[in-house]
């Protein structure tokens, strides 16, 4: 392999945490984990996959283009898109066959129109606001919504849905008590209204791994189908409570190799700004990796593992290189495996790890990993 660097993602992993999940959730309840951002950095077409063949029943995406791509690589399973998707592309979201999130009788119109040029059913979501103010229609104005869609040929109401705003940030789960509260409300009034709504979904990861209450007929989880905790207060609650006991298996392994060695003075600088200055005769491992590839320049005091062992990174992150100190490691040569991220030995840099020295969440450190660097499945 000619690759300067690549994410070895574990099938076995994404299929434990799949099932587990199932275990959680029941058979009824659908399973519709969230591939959205390149499947959380690990690949959407083959996560999709693996996830589908470990028992997910939906999937659900961000945007358009992710949907046209699962088609094109021939996933039949239910698609719900859950970000917005302009008037253009609505005739396309429906050409896929996807599902739908609503918020705005604009949209809706324009959906109607798409849905007639299309000759198709359109299945629509409402997104209810609950309290994070993002797309949404207040419960004031549901039902009148509900209504106005019921009016459009070839519109179907089949879920309702809303997204907590804070669940995994904190301890206290009061402000998501409030929302599940307006959720059912929001139900409620549907139903008095004498509108059906089969699909009702709330639960992202955390809400799902705490929250049994908030499984209706539907879960979207997100990061946890990839084995990485929500957050340390999710996990703080969780251990709490034990409500269920699962083992989440972390997926994403991330590599390179070093390109060059050098054995060099003490007092001499490391990289740009001269930030770092040897103290001592210093190995010095040069390694092709750098901030093009998403390795956060904002890294200060990380390291890398090389031969199981931890390597501590020397001087400021480039575009496309970084240098880490081997002095104390034995047996280093050029070309040796370097893991940025993931397991070496008995050493291990999570997500959650390498989110801290960037002063970030985990969420973030595998997404922003390039989609142009190869995802191989192990
Ligand atoms: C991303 C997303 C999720 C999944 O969130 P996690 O915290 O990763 O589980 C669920 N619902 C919506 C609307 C989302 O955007």
């Not at 591939?35 to 358009?64: C, M, P, Q, T």
């Not at 990380?302 to 062992?309: A, E, M, P, T």
Request: net charge positive; with cysteine; proline share 4%.
């Amino acid at each position: 392999m000619d690759e300067l660097t690549w994410v070895e993602i574990s099938r076995s992993a994404l299929e434990n945490n799949i099932r587990e999940f199932r275990r959680i959730i029941g058979p009824k309840t659908l399973l519709g984990p969230c591939v959205k951002a390149n499947a959380y950095g690990h690949g959407l077409v083959e996560a999709a996959r693996i996830f589908l063949s470990a028992g997910a029943d939906w999937l659900s995406v961000n945007a358009l283009f992710e949907a046209r791509e699962l088609r094109c690589a021939g996933i039949t399973a239910p698609l719900y898109v859950l970000g917005y998707i302009p008037p253009e592309g609505l005739r396309e979201a429906l050409d896929l066959d996807c599902r739908l999130v609503v918020f705005s009788k604009d949209h809706i119109r324009a959906l109607a129109q798409a849905a007639q040029a299309a000759c198709r059913q359109a299945r629509v979501h409402i997104k209810v606001e609950t309290g994070s103010n993002r797309m949404g229609v207040r419960l004031d104005g549901l039902v009148d919504f509900a209504r106005f869609i019921q009016k459009q040929k070839l519109l179907e109401i089949e879920g309702l849905a809303t997204h907590f705003a804070n669940i995994e940030d904190t301890t206290d789960h009061s402000f998501a008590e409030l929302q599940l509260q307006r959720f059912n409300e929001a139900s409620g009034l549907l139903q008095s209204a004498g509108i059906p709504v089969p699909i009702r979904h709330c639960a992202n990861s955390a809400a799902t791994i705490l929250f049994p209450k908030t499984h209706f007929e539907m879960v979207r989880l997100g990061i946890a189908g990839y084995g990485m905790w929500p957050s340390n207060e999710t996990y703080v609650s969780f251990v709490k409570e034990r409500k269920n006991n699962f083992h989440l298996a972390p997926a994403f392994t991330w590599k390179t190799r070093i390109a060059q060695l050098k054995t060099i003075p003490a007092g001499e600088f490391v990289g740009y700004g001269c930030t770092y200055k040897t103290s001592h005769k210093t190995r010095l491992a040069v390694i092709p990796v750098g901030y093009y590839d998403g390795y956060d320049r904002g890294i200060a005091g990380g390291h890398v593992l090389i031969r199981g062992r931890r390597a501590a990174i020397r001087g400021r992150i480039c575009m496309d290189i970084l240098m880490a100190e081997v002095t104390d490691i034995p047996g280093v040569q050029s070309g040796d495996e370097v893991v940025l991220m993931g397991r070496s030995g008995d050493e291990c840099i999570s997500a959650e790890l390498f989110a801290q020295w960037a002063a970030t969440i985990n969420y973030e450190v595998t997404t922003r990993v390039n989609e142009r660097i190869p995802r191989i499945l192990v």
